[in-house]
């Protein structure tokens, strides 16, 4: 028995790969456009855009600011997490942009940070020298990833040492790449750690 012939014809089918394909470069051309005015308004060329592709303007404006809103209010769920490590009393200081970590006696370490291009920018963390040598600066930094996994935040950092006496550039790189972070060309030569998936529970935590 012969096999069922389609009901279409030739030039009927013709016609349909024809417009899947045309409605495909369609879809194409809208999406390169929306990340061509997406980086023209990163560059500050928002009179082009308002001028040229209003609508599209202002529906990435207004995506942009939704986003910016609640980034900002993750950057704020991380801060009140990181002041609880354990043993130690966090405190963010009176100008927000370092948390303050100390014992029972002493300041052991702070860190610096900042709301910056919709991530928890991490300035670096400092510990006392008498407090060197004992993981500090570890566990700070697991609580740190750990809130903003849970927030769904990156988290950006230029390293630098501090001093003659805090790690050398190489081993201060080690340090942050052991929790996550690595070098990436769109942070200003810095590092930057993403957020961790669910998938990603199968690996353990740096020591």
Sequence with gaps: ?????????????????????LQAENDRLIHELRAFVSVALQHGLQDYCETRHPALTAEIRSSQDKSQVGARKKYADVLARISQVPRLRGETGHTGDRTYYRNAQDNVAYIEHAFRNRRFFLGGIWVAPNHRGQGIAHQILRVLVKAADAADLSVELVHEPFGNEGLRMNDLEAFYNRHGFTRQRTSDGGMVRFPRSSLDLYRGEPG
């Design 1 to 21: 028995m012969a096999g069922k012939q389609s009901s279409r014809c030739p030039t009927e089918q013709t016609t349909l790969k024809a417009a899947d394909f």
